[in-house]
T-cell receptor
Framework: AQTVTQSQPEMSVQEAETVTLSCTYD???????LFWYKQPPSRQMILVIR??????QNATENRFSVNFQKAAKSFSLKISDSQLGDTAMYFC??????????????FGPGTSLSVIP | DGGITQSPKYLFRKEGQNVTLSCEQN?????MYWYRQDPGQGLRLIYY???????QKGDIAEGYSVSREKKESFPLTVTSAQKNPTAFYLC????????????FGEGSRLTVL
């Protein structure tokens, strides 16, 4: 069974600084997707970034980038130039595309990030 | 605006009562999901549905029930058989494609008194 681990329950960063959130996962699959989701205090969760396992190039979305190490099964999220609006719970997630249209997403326990003015 | 609407946002229930949480989407997504969120445990899948009139149990389905009579709607009933129902419940949807992206509602917080 696939598992997702986030070893940092809470983190903080000064505004404008850079922070890295860690995520490791366990799977025997070769083809899969990895995600980072953000859940701000308003509670609506949104997708931050997505990585396809067969792509070697790390995904980037503006200030958010990932360091995907497939052999190490590591998928960290780097937030550059941190802003107050980045304060949120961040969830790492794994998905294996199924043979049918069933997509089951497995979430890690989350990292609570606080950006300090 | 397209999105997912959950209601109510806050709900209080006495022990022994069933309660139904509403989830409606206008994104024309085929798949819908119910997750339970507890501190330190991330999101756990309760039920999911790929198409109308079909749904499957997730990892923690005991004490819950769902229906999918319309594509837009996927209500969750928390029954009196659920031993620890106080939690935050999230509804999500996705296209049946390989993107894997989930779209979430704002959630419903259920408190059992």
């Amino acid at each position: 069974a696939q598992t997702v681990t986030q070893s940092q329950p809470e983190m903080s960063v000064q505004e404008a600084e850079t922070v890295t959130l860690s995520c490791t996962y366990d799977t025997s699959e070769n083809n899969y997707y990895l995600f980072w989701y953000k859940q701000p205090p308003s509670r609506q969760m949104i997708l931050v970034i997505r990585q396809e396992a067969y792509k070697q190039q790390n995904a980037t979305e503006n200030r958010f980038s990932v360091n995907f190490q497939k052999a190490a099964k590591s998928f960290s999220l780097k937030i550059s130039d941190s802003q107050l609006g980045d304060t949120a719970m961040y969830f790492c997630a794994f998905m294996k595309p199924g043979w049918t249209s069933y997509d089951k997403v497995i979430f890690g326990p989350g990292t609570s990030l606080s950006v300090i003015p | 605006d397209g999105g997912i609407t959950q209601s109510p946002k806050y709900l209080f229930r006495k022990e022994g009562q069933n309660v139904t949480l509403s989830c409606e989407q206008n994104l024309n997504h085929d798949a819908m999901y119910w997750y339970r969120q507890d501190p330190g445990q991330g999101l756990r899948l309760i039920y999911y549905s790929q198409i109308v009139n079909d749904f499957q149990k997730g990892d923690i389905a005991e004490g819950y029930s769902v229906s999918r009579e319309k594509k837009e709607s996927f209500p969750l009933t928390v029954t009196s058989a659920q031993k620890n129902p106080t939690a935050f419940y999230l509804c999500a949807s996705s296209r049946n494609s390989d993107t894997g992206e989930l779209f979430f509602g704002e959630g419903s917080r259920l408190t059992v008194l």
